[in-house]
């Protein structure tokens, strides 16, 4: 959460480190880190995502197959054990999939407001969309952690700020768009898929964020629902 500099006021509030849908972002590639030879819970299912042959067994090219997708995503110990974490991910990016082009099916992003940004805090995703018109999306998205939640419910944008820095942090947030205290959209050059979540913002590829800025202004709404998987 960072907090906002603006004409000597400062206004204090968490942010975080925040396409059309894709499972290809990666994080800086993690140090490097002997395979383990043990099968995980998960072992058949995270095979299965990552199409090797599912029999249950830990194989050499298992295991480093495992660890590189854990490096791609920041997913820590990367040792290529297929565990709740690494299926947790994995298991989303299946839900996120499904979704398709309908990220508004239940309804639950009001279709009353004009131009909106909706932020799905259990799939971990955003889309704006005009009436019940998609404009954009939807776009994985990486939410606040257990403890530094994004707060649910009907806010505005009431400020942007293409290049702000976080000076809790000391992080840079390109492309921020506030929405309520110190949280808001912006870029990070992260993995929408490392865990554990930001400090509260909605962290966005840089593409995303910069088409967000693109198309939003102050005082569009944004409504935000649901809930992170581990908060």
């Not at 990666?26 to 140090?31: E, H, L, N, R, Y």
């Not at 799905?120 to 939410?143: A, E, F, K």
């Amino acid at each position: 959460m960072g907090d906002i500099r603006r004409r000597g006021a400062v206004v204090l509030g968490v942010t975080g480190l925040v396409a059309p849908l894709t499972l290809a972002l990666g994080a800086a590639p993690a140090q490097a880190a002997s395979c383990t030879t043990q099968a995980g819970p998960y072992q058949k299912q995270v095979e299965k995502f990552l199409g090797r042959l599912v029999d249950g067994r830990q194989s050499t090219a298992d295991c480093k197959a495992v660890q590189a997708f854990q490096n791609k995503h920041g997913i820590t110990p990367n040792i290529g054990y297929a565990g709740p974490v690494t299926w947790g991910v994995m298991d989303l990016m299946n839900k996120q999939k499904a979704v398709g082009n309908k990220p508004n099916k239940a309804g639950a992003c009001p279709t009353n407001k004009g131009r909106i940004a909706c932020v799905n805090l259990t799939l971990q995703l955003s889309w704006i969309q005009d009436g019940s018109r998609l404009v954009y999306g939807p776009v994985p998205v990486r939410t606040g952690r257990d403890g530094y939640e994004t707060r649910t419910g009907l806010k505005k944008i009431y400020w942007r700020h293409i290049d702000h820095v976080s000076t809790i942090y000391n992080v840079p947030m390109p492309y921020s768009q506030f929405f309520d205290g110190g949280q808001a959209f912006h870029s990070v050059g992260l993995s929408m898929w490392n865990p554990p979540g930001s400090h509260g913002c909605v962290n966005m590829t840089t593409t995303t964020a910069k088409k967000y800025w693109s198309l939003l202004k102050n005082g569009d709404d944004v409504f935000v629902y649901g809930r992170k998987p581990g908060t």
